[in-house]
Nanobody, 123 residues
Framework: VQLQASGGGLVQAGGSLRLSCAGS????????MGWFRQAPGKEREFVVA????????YYADSVKGRFTISSDNAKNTVYLRMNSLKPEDTAVYYC?????????????????WGQGTQVTVSS
């Protein structure tokens, strides 16, 4: 099972980026897919999750209204559109899959992790 994240980069404050996470090796039906991030010197934190159906999402308060998660089941891929980026969004972003609800993705360890992708927001 593999989760392949991509799309990170360097952007100025106020700019936008889109991350992608492609899953392979199994079906992710009944899994929630999401993103976590880890800034230098800080613990990894939950960012957002989406249900397999794509109908249910759950966002951390820090990104509500700025980030949007979506999914394409045919491609086993989730996307994270990040707008109005701030320097404090700078972190390594990790995609993850967990056989749980979107609300619980931030509370229990996911079953699968992707490799991280660096997002750097300059001021």
């Amino acid at each position: 099972v593999q989760l392949q994240a991509s799309g990170g980069g360097l952007v100025q404050a106020g700019g936008s980026l889109r991350l992608s996470c492609a899953g392979s090796g199994r079906t992710f039906r009944d899994y929630s897919m999401g993103w976590f991030r880890q800034a230098p010197g800080k613990e990894r934190e939950f960012v957002v999750a989406v249900s397999w159906s794509g109908l249910t999402t759950y966002y951390a308060d820090s990104v509500k209204g700025r980030f949007t998660i979506s999914s394409d089941n045919a491609k086993n891929t989730v996307y994270l559109r990040m707008n109005s980026l701030k320097p404090e969004d700078t972190a390594v972003y990790y995609c993850a899959a967990g056989r749980t609800t979107v609300q619980r993705m931030g509370n229990i360890p996911p079953d699968y992790w992707g490799q991280g992708t660096q997002v750097t927001v300059s001021s």
